[in-house]
């Protein structure tokens, strides 16, 4: 996971919690968490979580994916995706995420 926006970032027990919720959101999404294209953006999403506060690897691991979903059904909606591919999408999420 790139952290290069934290660098302020000094306490190992800190970059756990980084790294795991980083390692467990990308498990929520299906994604490398290393070679996905979208792996570094998640990331972000982390860090954004972390940087607000939040020290539960699960509780960020969880938002983060949840707000990646939104943003990636927000960002294919307008451009006519078909609704059978958005279910199927839907679907797929973990139940705790609904």
């Not at 980083?22 to 979580?49: N, S, W």
Request: one cysteine or more; charged letters at 30%.
């Amino acid at each position: 996971m790139l952290y290069s926006s934290i660098d302020h970032i000094s306490s190992e027990n800190d970059w756990r919690i980084l790294e795991k919720a980083h390692q467990r959101a990308c498990q929520i999404l299906g994604r490398d968490p290393k070679y996905h294209p979208l792996a570094e953006q998640v990331a972000r999403t982390v860090i954004m979580f972390f940087a607000r506060g939040e020290r539960d690897y699960e509780r960020i691991a969880s938002m983060t994916a949840k707000r990646e979903i939104n943003l990636f059904e927000f960002v294919t909606e307008p451009m006519g995706t078909n609704v059978r591919d958005m279910s199927m999408i839907i679907a797929s999420r973990p139940k705790y995420l609904h």
